[in-house]
């Protein structure tokens, strides 16, 4: 009868390890952080467009706000254009200068490396903007 018990009391902490095993692993595999693909960056027209819905449905705005509201997001764009053009020599010098650091450090082959590497980032980069 001893003997019996002791099998006994060895299933019942094998199936208590074995379901705590379970547990945890099912815990993990569920609880674990959601990888999401990110989201296309929005187009302009089509954050514009949405922006303007959200503020007319929202706000109740009438019409002639509405043609006020898009006068001002005009303006304003503009006035970004304006400013990242008068800006963008200071960031290619900027940039350029990072390039010139990392190349620095170097070997040469990892040079050619790097060289390649930028080309197809910036492939990528005017590939980006052409679907804009």
Known sequence: MKHTS???ALYL?????AGSAVGIFGYRLYSGAAVMARPEPRRSEEYRKMYLQEM???LKLDAGQKTRLVQVLDQTQALFRQLNEKHRPEYDAI???KVEQIRA???ADQ????T???AERDKRRKGREKSH
């Not at 902490?13 to 390890?17: G, Q, Y």
């Not at 040079?111 to 790097?114: C, D, K, N, T, V």
């Open 6 to 8: 002791l099998k006994a």
């Open 13 to 17: 902490v094998l199936t208590f390890v």
């Open 56 to 58: 007319e449905s929202r």
């Open 95 to 97: 940039h350029h200068s």
């Open 105 to 107: 450090l170097l070997s």
């Open 111 to 114: 040079q050619a490396e790097y």
């Open 116 to 118: 390649k590497l930028r």
